[in-house]
């Protein structure tokens, strides 16, 4: 019974000290403890009050409503795209390698092509510097000469 008898009676001493405290203030014209800040928390308060006076809730739960449901939907259509477009990499690089397959079983091998002329053209400069390092230059001259 005395834990019943103390949590009922702690709460209402500090509400009667609470309301002597307010009214002491009240008589007097300022705060007794912590002015500065007191006024501070004062200004917050009546802040606080005028906006819970003056908010039309409906129309502000309404909106909050609405906006949160615009940015679910909008990070679920960024959440599908990141998924589509991570899918169409890899089906990219799949179709990338089925066609390298198929051109490699359809087309002959490049060996059996007619080299370019670029290619034509280096491989004789290739040959002529080759042969001019190993003859002799009497031979190369005899060999120029004809």
Do not use: C, N
Not at 97 to 126: C, D, G, H, N, W
């Amino acid at each position: 019974m005395t834990p019943y008898v103390i949590a009922i009676a702690v709460p209402f001493v500090l509400l009667v000290l609470f309301f002597a405290l307010v009214s002491y203030e009240q008589r007097r014209g300022s705060r007794l403890v912590l002015a500065g800040r007191r006024y501070e928390l004062d200004l917050k308060a009546e802040r606080a009050a005028f906006i819970v006076k003056h908010v039309d809730w409906g129309a502000f739960t309404s909106d909050v409503v609405r906006t949160s449901f615009e940015r679910l939907a909008h990070d679920l259509a960024h959440t599908t795209l990141m998924f589509v477009r991570v899918i169409e990499r890899e089906l990219t690089k799949l179709v990338r390698v089925l066609r390298a397959r198929r051109e490699q079983q359809l087309l002959p091998s490049r060996s059996a092509e007619k080299p370019t002329r670029l290619a034509s053209a280096i491989s004789y400069m290739k040959r002529t510097v080759y042969r001019s390092r190993k003859l002799p230059a009497a031979e190369q001259e005899a060999e120029r000469a004809s």
